[in-house]
């Protein structure tokens, strides 16, 4: 509990929702009548309306990326360590816009929302989305908020993907375009990974097709293992070497005794998975995960991703992470060899890191700097 | 199915089971009064008996190592790309004994096996294993069949574990080791995938606290999440990139489709799980895994693997393949360099392939020579 809030903090917050009710089409050929977004702020949006930055979330993301809820608090939001006075998205400049996507879990309308037409929650019912639809709905927002242009759409990994999305659907409304860890399209092993989950979830007999909150359950331990495979992978080896290596939690290998032994790093997982079960919704997931795998950056633009990034206007930055094997460098590397075939101004920066994917949330000093130094030269007025 | 079979497979076998009524005293400190193991040979014991190979199978491999049990079986066994006539461990030279480990579910008493004390099945309550223990119930198996010392005992992967565990052991009663894509001990990474495996399997409400057959039921869903975790850690990113890309089973990602869509991935990951779940004991599963993570060749040596094979006898070939990455080549690495350092006899070999920790299984022209030299280099006269 922060008696008193760091300095460097965007201090406390309060999140807002606004509601839509101007019918939004989706990729699926559905509509969505009407819908609400939740969404935080920080900082001030200048007079000109040149400073806005708009946040884009991943999978387990939401609206709450910086600050503190309440001095009780014990955790800031999940990008503090990247956004206030004075830190890379440095608030004393920008006026930074974080929601929560449609389809989410987090105040958004999503799967847990009410479905007006069976006054019961949406559950399995809620229409599939795309990463376009995301991005629809985040310039509904940015009407909603006066702002035409963005200086900057910012994300990592999922997070990305929407970035790189914006570009190409609104590439007068982004100025600037940070993409960090992410990838163009998943891979055959990522989108294994995900359906791996998928089923842990929809083999649990508490998910009832979906339809768990209609029957007062919750399939929590399909939502923990799926927690589990995500976790493991978005860690490097070496990283969980490092933490955890193989120290027991309880428990002895002495011969001659029948003593349960539990690993440190078994413990923590399980720890993880239970944790993310009680915060995190089941048919949440299930959609995001398959807008993970649907993604396919030049897909309508002859499978050609030169020929998609030119009709992207803004600048770009491109991060990656040396450890980072669920969305590697190697994608990165070809989201800039695209920009740059489709001449583009694109930076690249390739962090060592030891974090695998995570790193993309946690304090590093060359990341801050080339994330810090880049927003820097983004002119504001 | 081959009407007539392949002129280098060792043809049609017939599974034998030996019963041991001596009890084994366990790592654990309990004992098993009896038990029975069950086995195939291929080729012909020699008059001096010095031509025995053990062949040491991994998580999910049993007896049936090559051959055919009839004339209809669609696939020989695990490994006959390795076993036969002038194949790499030839039959024209060897008598090649692989057996199903105990505690398995093809045959040997394990999990699944009528306990004497409750005339049910053992279920959970069959004693923990450790690598230690199969090396032990193996030695029995070589005594009975009048084998004093094995000209080569060979593993791959958990199998390669338990041919080191043998060179520790009984170091008079081995010439040579074969120790392909293995580990001294297991990273916090691979703990953690067999503990989200495990978890999988333990929360399915059929698991039933591990007494499913009593209960006429099977953790089918459990076992098949198992096995797709698995799975997806055998192969490499690039193998299943090549297979199966982001190609689509059915469905389309056309705008305005509302149609499920469905990677080849996915149902190839499901099928394989499916399957897995319908052949495999749930208990045995965690049984082995447990083994798998508690194995750690040096701790008793004051974890020292020099110190540890110092008491080695035998000749080593140790092989790895470059894009495994749950049983890497720097394990290999390190098993060579305690063998150097121990001044013991070891070949190395790295083998370029594509195709994850399963190459190890995989036809390969490179890992058959090198396979093929080092074991007709061994002398059976």
Redesign the interface.
Same mark, same amino acid.
């Given at each position: 509990m922060p008696i008193t809030l760091p300095a460097d903090s965007v201090g406390l917050v309060t999140p807002q929702t606004i509601q839509f009710n101007e019918p939004l089409l989706l990729?699926?050929?559905?509509t969505l009548d009407n819908y609400q977004l939740i969404y935080e702020t920080y900082g001030q949006l200048n007079a000109s309306k040149s400073n806005a930055v708009l946040i884009c979330h991943a999978l387990s993301g939401h609206h709450h990326a910086a600050g503190y809820h309440t001095l009780e608090d014990r955790k800031p939001g999940w990008w503090d360590a990247y956004i206030g006075p004075g830190k890379p998205i440095d608030t004393n400049k920008f006026f930074v816009v974080a929601l929560n996507n449609l389809g989410g879990c987090h105040g958004s309308t999503g799967p847990t929302s009410i479905n007006p037409a069976t006054d019961k929650p949406w559950g399995p019912d809620f229409?599939?989305l795309r990463v376009r639809d995301w991005v629809a709905s985040q310039a509904r927002l940015a009407d909603k908020l006066g702002i035409d242009t963005w200086a900057a759409i910012i994300g990592g990994s999922l997070g990305g993907m929407q970035v790189m999305r914006w570009a190409l659907e609104y590439p007068e409304r982004v100025r600037h375009c940070v993409v960090i860890a992410s990838a163009m399209?998943?891979?055959?092993?990522n989108?294994?990974?995900n359906?791996?989950a998928r089923?842990?979830i929809m083999?649990?007999?508490n998910f009832c097709e979906g339809r768990y909150l209609e029957q007062n359950t919750l399939p929590r331990? @399909?939502l923990?293992?799926a927690r589990?495979?995500g976790h493991?992978t978005y /860690?490097s080896?070496y990283a969980?070497?490092e933490?955890?290596?193989?120290d027991l939690r309880k428990g002895s290998?002495e011969? @001659?005794?029948?003593e349960p032994?539990e690993?440190q790093?078994?413990s923590y /997982?399980?720890y993880q998975?239970d944790t993310f079960a009680n915060n995190f919704d089941a048919n949440s997931y299930l959609l995001i995960t398959k807008a993970l795998?649907?993604f396919?950056l030049a897909?309508e633009y002859n499978d050609d991703p030169v020929l998609a990034f030119s009709h992207a206007r803004a600048k770009f930055l491109v991060v990656s992470f040396s450890t980072d094997?669920r969305f590697a460098p190697e994608r990165s590397r070809e989201i800039v060899n695209a920009l740059m075939g489709a001449r583009k101004a694109v930076t690249y920066a390739e962090i060592e890191s030891n974090f695998g994917h995570d790193a993309f949330l946690l304090p590093n000093p060359r990341y801050q700097q080339v994330f810090a130094r880049y927003l820097a030269g983004i002119a504001t007025e």
């Amino acid at each position: 509990m922060p008696i008193t809030l760091p300095a460097d903090s965007v201090g406390l917050v309060t999140p807002q929702t606004i509601q839509f009710n101007e019918p939004l089409l989706l990729a699926c050929g559905k509509t969505l009548d009407n819908y609400q977004l939740i969404y935080e702020t920080y900082g001030q949006l200048n007079a000109s309306k040149s400073n806005a930055v708009l946040i884009c979330h991943a999978l387990s993301g939401h609206h709450h990326a910086a600050g503190y809820h309440t001095l009780e608090d014990r955790k800031p939001g999940w990008w503090d360590a990247y956004i206030g006075p004075g830190k890379p998205i440095d608030t004393n400049k920008f006026f930074v816009v974080a929601l929560n996507n449609l389809g989410g879990c987090h105040g958004s309308t999503g799967p847990t929302s009410i479905n007006p037409a069976t006054d019961k929650p949406w559950g399995p019912d809620f229409p599939k989305l795309r990463v376009r639809d995301w991005v629809a709905s985040q310039a509904r927002l940015a009407d909603k908020l006066g702002i035409d242009t963005w200086a900057a759409i910012i994300g990592g990994s999922l997070g990305g993907m929407q970035v790189m999305r914006w570009a190409l659907e609104y590439p007068e409304r982004v100025r600037h375009c940070v993409v960090i860890a992410s990838a163009m399209k998943l891979t055959a092993q990522n989108i294994a990974f995900n359906e791996t989950a998928r089923q842990a979830i929809m083999s649990d007999p508490n998910f009832c097709e979906g339809r768990y909150l209609e029957q007062n359950t919750l399939p929590r331990n @399909g939502l923990a293992v799926a927690r589990m495979i995500g976790h493991i992978t978005y /860690l490097s080896d070496y990283a969980m070497g490092e933490k955890f290596g193989r120290d027991l939690r309880k428990g002895s290998f002495e011969r @001659g005794v029948d003593e349960p032994v539990e690993f440190q790093i078994e413990s923590y /997982l399980r720890y993880q998975g239970d944790t993310f079960a009680n915060n995190f919704d089941a048919n949440s997931y299930l959609l995001i995960t398959k807008a993970l795998d649907y993604f396919d950056l030049a897909r309508e633009y002859n499978d050609d991703p030169v020929l998609a990034f030119s009709h992207a206007r803004a600048k770009f930055l491109v991060v990656s992470f040396s450890t980072d094997w669920r969305f590697a460098p190697e994608r990165s590397r070809e989201i800039v060899n695209a920009l740059m075939g489709a001449r583009k101004a694109v930076t690249y920066a390739e962090i060592e890191s030891n974090f695998g994917h995570d790193a993309f949330l946690l304090p590093n000093p060359r990341y801050q700097q080339v994330f810090a130094r880049y927003l820097a030269g983004i002119a504001t007025e």
